[in-house]
Each structure stands twice: as C-alpha cells, then as structure tokens.
C-alpha cells in the first residue's frame, strides 16, 4: 500500500522543527584498527593502471560472492535490492570467455565465448590490461513488482551497493579497481547478446596494480 501510494504522488508531510543545536562535533574516525571495515574504507580508491597478471580462482569467488552472493539460508544476499528482485546480472569478461555469475549456485555461465575486453575499454585503454572486467546489466525484466519510473534509478542504487562491496574487497586485498560509466553500452549489449529489458549501467575493472 505505501508502495502504491508513493507511486501516486501522495503530498508529502510538514517539516516538522526541532530544538537541535547547529553543530555536533564528532570524534575523528578509528582509522587504525586492525581488519576491519574501517582499514577497507581508509585504503578504498580508484586506480586507472593494472597488470596482466590472472585472478586466483579462489581471488574471483570470493570477489564475486562479497559482490552479490547470497549470504542467508532464506537466499538473500550481500548487497541490497529493491523488494528482492535482484535485477543486476554481474557479467565477467577474462580472457578466456565472458561469463554469467549466478550467486544461488556460485558459479559462472558461459555467455559468449570470445574475450570482450577491448570492446569494454573504450577510450579507456588500460582496461585491456586488467584481467578481470565487472559489466552490471540491469533486466527490468525481474522488476514486475517495481513501478517502470522506479526501475531505472533502484537498479543504480543496487548498482552501487554491488561496485562498492566489490571495491572494499579489493581495497583489503591489494587488488586495483576502477567503476567506469564511459563504456560504449549499444556494443557490449550486442556483443553479449542481451535481450530488450537488459540494460547495461556500468562496468568494473579489476586487477592486480602495475
């Protein structure tokens, strides 16, 4: 009902004023604790230069589960989505193909098989020295019980939750990763042959810093 409701534009309540004070100074950050989130955040950052070298396997399961691997036994998982429709399809592009991740099994289906990580890298050379890029293709085609004007911007906020777990992960593993929106988005939907409701939002490049 609240759903249906905010879909309809029910006129928002008055601002209701308290008696806050202007400012709270808080205390500065815990930085420096061992292993934690914390450490992750610190070291968290965009870096545009990689090495060719290849991702463990055990390295590419374990990024892909903190993406978006289902973390509870009712099947739910470790980033957020809108009323559960977990819309965003993570695809990997390697060398030695371009896969599918499906977290309920925790593993990776062929899409195509050709390396599409030129096609990826758009102005942006460097993606072709990664050994590993994210694409994050939302399909609107799981989002039945969305309303069609929400759907693009909760697939970007899920989006966001996914690159963010992803670039913690990298930062407390001494991994290099970048979230790219430059992509030529009507090529890599063509090249992995994605139906009318998949929209590709953005990509991820990931690897070990040159």
Do not use: K
């Not at 604790?33 to 055990?58: K, V």
């Not at 998982?77 to 925790?106: F, K, Q």
């Not at 039945?144 to 939750?161: K, L, N, W």
Request: charged residues 20%; contains cysteine.
């Amino acid at each position: 009902m609240r759903l249906m409701l905010g879909a309809m534009g029910v006129p928002r309540s008055a601002t209701i004023l308290g008696d806050a004070t202007r400012r709270i100074m808080l205390p500065p950050p815990q930085l420096d604790l061992p292993g934690t989130l914390m450490q992750a955040l610190r070291h968290r950052r965009s870096e545009r230069a990689f090495c060719g070298e290849p991702l463990a396997r055990q390295t590419l399961a374990d990024l892909l589960w903190v993406a978006d691997g289902v973390n509870r036994e009712n099947g739910e998982r470790t980033a957020p989505s809108a009323l559960g429709a977990h819309e965003t399809l993570i695809v990997a592009a390697m060398a030695e193909g371009t896969y599918a991740y499906d977290p309920c099994a925790h593993a990776l289906n062929l899409m195509v098989e050709t390396d599409i990580r030129r096609q990826l890298s758009g102005y942006q050379i460097f993606v072709a020295d990664a050994p590993l890029d994210l694409v994050y293709v939302a399909d609107h085609g799981r989002m039945a019980r969305v309303p069609i004007h929400y759907r693009d911007s909760f697939a970007s906020v899920a989006v966001g939750a996914i690159s963010q777990n992803v670039a913690l992960y990298c930062a407390a593993n001494g991994l290099a990763t970048v979230l790219r929106a430059w992509i030529d988005r009507e090529a890599i939907a063509s090249a992995l042959r994605l139906g009318t409701q998949q929209h590709v939002l953005m990509s991820q490049t990931i690897g070990r810093p040159a």
